[in-house]
């Protein structure tokens, strides 16, 4: 191996991962990230395994360099919120669901962010958002529920998508 190829060390790295060898799996996407520090997608997996690890500081240290490096990834902000849901956090993930919308356009985040409401218990806030999320694609819907599972028995919530759904012509 050249240990100088960092894609060589994140591959060791997600290895590592996947066969749930934590420690190791750490030690080679450091060596990544060691060549190569500008890498988002090094410090998005590395956050993740933290986070699998029960790390939580070191995945929110991780995931926050991989944000300010690609601010537009929305996997990169979902994976932040679910770092702070996993540790109870659930204002903070609310919170961070609202910068990343300001960041990033992408109708997934905000349908996290109605899921992320709704478990709060904030349906005041929630419906709007939905209503943005829905207009702006309604095929991504699939990821509340996904996310959300308590979603479809919301009957409000049931109503105003089968209503959007009716009125754009869809099933």
Do not use: C
């Not at 060791?12 to 988002?40: C, H, Q």
């Not at 960041?103 to 929630?126: F, H, M, Q, S, T």
Request: charged share 30%.
């Amino acid at each position: 191996m050249n240990e100088d190829n960092d894609t060589a060390w994140f591959g060791l790295g997600l290895i590592m991962w996947i066969e749930r060898n934590f420690t190791e799996s750490i030690v080679f996407i450091k060596k990544a990230l060691e060549i190569d520090e500008g890498n988002p997608e090094y410090w998005l997996t590395l956050a993740k395994v933290y986070s699998d690890f029960s790390h939580t500081k070191s995945a929110l240290k991780a995931i926050k360099t991989a944000a300010r490096l690609e601010p537009e990834n929305a996997e990169i902000w979902l994976t932040w919120a679910e770092i702070y849901q996993k540790s109870g956090e659930l204002a903070n993930a609310v919170r961070l669901m609202k910068t990343a919308i300001k960041k990033n356009d992408d109708p997934v985040l905000k349908y996290r962010l109605v899921g992320l409401l709704l478990e709060i218990k904030n349906e005041k806030e929630a419906f709007p958002v939905l209503l943005t999320a829905m207009k702006q694609d309604i095929v991504q819907i699939d990821t509340l529920f996904d996310f959300f599972p308590k979603a479809p028995k919301n009957k409000r919530l049931k109503k105003m998508v089968d209503d959007f759904r009716r009125e754009n012509g869809q099933k």
